[in-house]
């Protein structure tokens, strides 16, 4: 039954940049997405994560903002819960260029060599398994 089901479309964008140009790619995401659509940033342990989060807040000013905190977890305890809900088949992937490098490292996580669209993933998937959730982007 649909009736009672939530479906939430998370895109992601996948970049390497440097220094000043996360936080334009940032705002440019967070505007393509619209104000409407909440945006977590990730606030690592320690000043320099408060400095992080505090600089991208600042510079995406009119738009809904929330830090999320890594919990102290390791990555595989915070990707449990997206990936119980991928195993049941209840996650789908929004076509984009983003898919093939996204399942290859879905595949081999958690031993792959890289493991940050997987977490970043689990963080995604955790600010919207919460209560009141209006909207994500990362």
């Known amino acids: 039954n649909h009736e009672n089901r939530t479906d939430a479309r998370v895109g992601m964008v996948r970049a390497k940049v440097a220094g000043g140009g996360i936080a334009r790619l940032v705002r440019a995401t967070a505007e393509a997405d619209g104000k409407a659509v909440e945006i977590g940033l990730e606030q690592e342990p320690g000043s320099s994560g408060k400095v992080a989060v505090a600089f991208l807040t600042r510079e995406l000013a009119g738009f809904a903002v929330r830090a999320v905190s890594p919990s102290g977890r390791d990555k595989l305890t915070r990707a449990m819960p997206f990936l119980a809900q991928a ?52």
């Not at 195993?87 to 490098?101: I, Y």
């Not at 689990?122 to 209006?134: G, K, Q, S, V």
């Open 87 to 138: 195993e049941a088949g209840n996650v789908r992937l929004l076509r984009g260029e983003w898919n093939r490098a996204w399942l290859d490292e879905a595949a081999a996580f958690p031993d792959g060599e890289h493991d940050d669209q997987m977490d970043a993933t689990a963080h995604a998937f955790n600010l919207l398994a919460r209560p009141r959730y209006t909207g994500f982007s990362l």
